[in-house]
C-alpha cells in the first residue's frame, strides 16, 4: 500500500512508516530545467536521500536504491545540540531562555526544524553578553532559528511547483516556512548542495554548511551565520 503512495504522490511532503516504526518523510520534486534539482533522476526524496533510476520491481515489492545512507535517529534535538561542538553554544543559550524544554523529546509544539548557528558565529558576535542578556530580544532572537511542527529536509525547501529565480539566481523556495517567533523565513536554493536561509527580504542570509541533521524530535541545520528578524534593534 505504502508502494502506491509512493509513485501517486507529487505533492509537496508525505510520511511513511518505516519497519522500526520510524517515519521516512518522502518529497517528490516537480523540477523543471531550471530549477536547482533539475539533474534529479527521479524527483522522489527520502528524508535527504534522492531515490535513483530505475526502480527495481520484485514478486513481493520494489525496491529503490538512494543515494546516501539513512541513519535513525537515536538523539533528541537538544542532546544533538549539546553534543557537537557546533552546538553547544546554541544549546546553551537555548537553555538560559527556557526554549530547550520544547526541544528536550517528543514534547508540545513538535516535530522542530532548527537553523543553528554554528558556535564560532555564535563566540565571535559583536556585543555578544548584551545581546544575549536583553531578556525581551534574545528569546525572540532564538526563536526566529526555530520552526514548530514541521520536519524540513533540504529537499523539501526547494519542493516548489514552478521555480521562481530572483535577481541573483536562486530558487525561492515555499513561502509557508514560518519561525516560532511568528515571522516567515526565507529558503533560496542554488544547487542540491548550496542552500540558503533568509529573512523574507532577503537580509541576513545565511548558508547550510552542514544540513539534515536527523533527530527523534526533529531536524537541525547548522548554518554559517545568525538570522535577525523584521524589527530587531540591537
Known amino acids: 500500500e505504502n508502494n502506491k503512495d509512493?509513485?501517486?504522490?507529487?505533492?509537496a511532503t508525505m510520511m511513511v512508516d518505516s519497519l522500526l516504526g520510524l517515519p521516512f518523510y518522502l518529497s517528490f520534486l516537480n523540477a523543471t530545467t531550471s530549477h536547482p534539482y533539475a539533474p534529479s533522476q527521479s524527483g522522489l526524496f527520502v528524508n535527504q536521500a534522492e531515490m535513483r533510476l530505475p526502480v527495481h520491481r520484485a514478486l513481493n515489492g520494489m525496491v529503490y536504491?538512494?543515494?546516501?545512507?539513512?541513519?535513525?535517529?537515536?538523539?533528541?534535538?537538544?542532546?544533538?545540540?549539546?553534543?557537537?561542538?557546533?552546538?553547544r553554544t546554541f544549546a546553551s543559550l537555548l537553555t538560559q531562555t527556557g526554549l530547550h524544554t520544547q526541544l528536550e523529546g517528543e514534547g508540545e509544539g513538535g516535530p522542530w526544524t532548527?537553523?543553528?548557528?554554528?558556535?564560532?558565529?555564535?563566540?565571535?558576535?559583536?556585543?555578544?553578553?548584551?545581546?544575549?542578556?536583553?531578556?525581551?530580544?534574545?528569546?525572540?532572537?532564538?526563536?526566529?532559528?526555530?520552526?514548530?511542527g514541521r520536519r524540513l529536509f533540504t529537499p523539501a525547501f526547494a519542493n516548489v511547483t514552478t521555480c521562481i529565480r530572483?535577481?541573483?539566481?536562486?530558487?525561492?523556495?515555499?513561502p509557508d516556512v514560518f519561525s516560532l517567533q511568528g515571522q516567515p523565513l526565507s529558503t533560496?536554493?542554488?544547487?542540491?548542495?548550496?542552500?540558503?536561509?533568509?529573512?523574507?527580504?532577503?537580509?541576513?542570509?545565511?548558508?547550510?554548511?552542514?544540513?539534515?541533521l536527523h533527530a527523534s524530535n526533529g531536524v537541525v541545520h547548522f548554518l554559517d551565520g545568525i538570522l535577525t528578524y523584521d524589527g530587531y534593534r540591537r
Open 6 to 11: 509512493i509513485e501517486a504522490s507529487t505533492t
Open 166 to 174: 530572483n535577481s541573483e539566481d536562486f530558487c525561492l523556495g515555499p
Open 65 to 87: 536504491a538512494i543515494d546516501s545512507f539513512l541513519q535513525p535517529p537515536q538523539q533528541s534535538i537538544m542532546a544533538l545540540l549539546r553534543g557537537r561542538e557546533d552546538g
Open 114 to 148: 532548527v537553523f543553528a548557528p554554528r558556535t564560532a558565529v555564535l563566540e565571535g558576535l559583536y556585543l555578544k553578553e548584551q545581546i544575549w542578556a536583553d531578556a525581551m530580544q534574545a528569546p525572540r532572537l532564538l526563536a526566529f532559528h526555530l520552526v514548530s
Open 188 to 212: 533560496q536554493v542554488v544547487s542540491k548542495s548550496h542552500t540558503f536561509l533568509s529573512t523574507v527580504h532577503g537580509a541576513f542570509t545565511a548558508s547550510l554548511v552542514q544540513p539534515d
